[in-house]
């Protein structure tokens, strides 16, 4: 079975649109495919994710999967969904083979019901229209509202970025786990299993993520789980190969069959990737 790490990034710095990545993170410097090679090990095929909210950086990612010797098979992009021509631009967007889909940066936005609104309702039927993917950048604050738009939107194809980062830290447990219950049991949309160890305190171990992925797994089902590294974020909190030992201790329980899902086959079938 294919091995797919289904969120990533790569940055240049210079390029002076990522507003997050300030000079005092230990992360602000460039890091480009060359770098993630030497990690994938049995990784063969990659999802890059928009890291700016800029249709600069659309093109730069797009440039990079083009010439990534086929190790990116899929891009997820960034568009303004309140523009009064987003229909137009994710149209436009849609005829990039290797673009899957958008990503929204919904953390940073103050308005945590701003995607309900009408003035993105257009793009969202947009993206429906023309096959695209919708990667949920979210707090727990937006499961209510990935709710109502999965049911308002029922054919919306949805996954939630970094299982919609439990306060694993503090041990926070509720109203998260509740209302990713309610989203998994309602709606059809997936989850990553990614994100999670920046989520966690620095001196984090195994067993301080097993309740929270144990819980994402239980709610959506392998075929619904994918896994993802969150690189280089995940440098934050002790880097690409620990995440990946963890995940793999963390899933040991489960039958090859989930396994293969969870690391590769859900991917490949959620954002549609060729597997060579």
């Given at each position: 079975m294919i091995r797919i790490d289904a969120h990533h990034h790569v940055w240049r710095v210079a390029r002076g649109d990522y507003g997050?990545?300030?000079?005092?993170l230990p992360i602000h410097r460039d890091y480009l495919l060359d770098d993630l090679r030497p990690l994938l090990g049995d990784i063969t095929a990659t999802v890059?994710?928009?890291?700016?909210?800029?249709?600069?950086?659309?093109?730069?990612?797009?440039?990079?999967?083009?010439?990534?010797?086929?190790?990116?098979?899929?891009?997820?992009?960034?568009?303004?969904?309140?523009?009064?021509?987003?229909?137009a631009r994710i149209a436009a967007?849609?005829?990039?083979?290797?673009?899957?889909?958008?990503?929204?940066?919904?953390?940073?936005?103050?308005?945590?019901?701003w995607i309900l609104h009408a003035e993105a309702q257009p793009a969202i039927a947009a993206l429906i229209a023309v096959g695209l993917r919708f990667d949920a950048l979210v707090q727990p604050r937006h499961l209510p509202v990935l709710l109502q738009l999965?049911?308002?939107?029922?054919?919306?194809?949805?996954?939630?970025?970094?299982?919609?980062?439990p306060a694993i830290a503090t041990a926070g447990w509720q109203p998260w786990a509740a209302d990713l219950a309610r989203v998994a049991a309602e709606t059809p949309?997936?989850?990553k299993l990614s994100g999670l160890v920046t989520e966690a305190a620095?001196?984090?171990?195994?067993?301080n993520l097993r309740r929270y992925v144990e819980h994402i797994i239980a709610c959506f089902g392998s075929d619904r789980v994918m896994w993802?590294?969150?690189?280089?974020?995940?440098?934050?909190?002790?880097?690409?190969a620990r995440w990946r030992e963890a995940t793999m201790t963390l899933l040991?329980?489960?039958?090859?069959?989930e396994r293969d899902a969870i690391l590769g086959g859900t991917a490949l079938k959620f954002y549609g990737l060729t597997r060579h």
């Amino acid at each position: 079975m294919i091995r797919i790490d289904a969120h990533h990034h790569v940055w240049r710095v210079a390029r002076g649109d990522y507003g997050w990545l300030t000079p005092e993170l230990p992360i602000h410097r460039d890091y480009l495919l060359d770098d993630l090679r030497p990690l994938l090990g049995d990784i063969t095929a990659t999802v890059l994710v928009q890291a700016a909210a800029t249709e600069a950086e659309t093109a730069f990612m797009l440039d990079v999967a083009q010439n990534s010797a086929g190790l990116v098979r899929g891009v997820v992009g960034w568009t303004d969904f309140a523009h009064r021509e987003a229909p137009a631009r994710i149209a436009a967007l849609a005829g990039e083979p290797l673009l899957k889909g958008l990503r929204p940066m919904l953390q940073d936005i103050a308005d945590t019901d701003w995607i309900l609104h009408a003035e993105a309702q257009p793009a969202i039927a947009a993206l429906i229209a023309v096959g695209l993917r919708f990667d949920a950048l979210v707090q727990p604050r937006h499961l209510p509202v990935l709710l109502q738009l999965c049911t308002r939107h029922p054919t919306l194809r949805l996954v939630i970025d970094h299982g919609a980062k439990p306060a694993i830290a503090t041990a926070g447990w509720q109203p998260w786990a509740a209302d990713l219950a309610r989203v998994a049991a309602e709606t059809p949309a997936l989850c990553k299993l990614s994100g999670l160890v920046t989520e966690a305190a620095r001196d984090w171990l195994v067993d301080n993520l097993r309740r929270y992925v144990e819980h994402i797994i239980a709610c959506f089902g392998s075929d619904r789980v994918m896994w993802g590294s969150d690189w280089p974020v995940v440098n934050l909190a002790g880097g690409y190969a620990r995440w990946r030992e963890a995940t793999m201790t963390l899933l040991a329980a489960l039958s090859k069959c989930e396994r293969d899902a969870i690391l590769g086959g859900t991917a490949l079938k959620f954002y549609g990737l060729t597997r060579h």
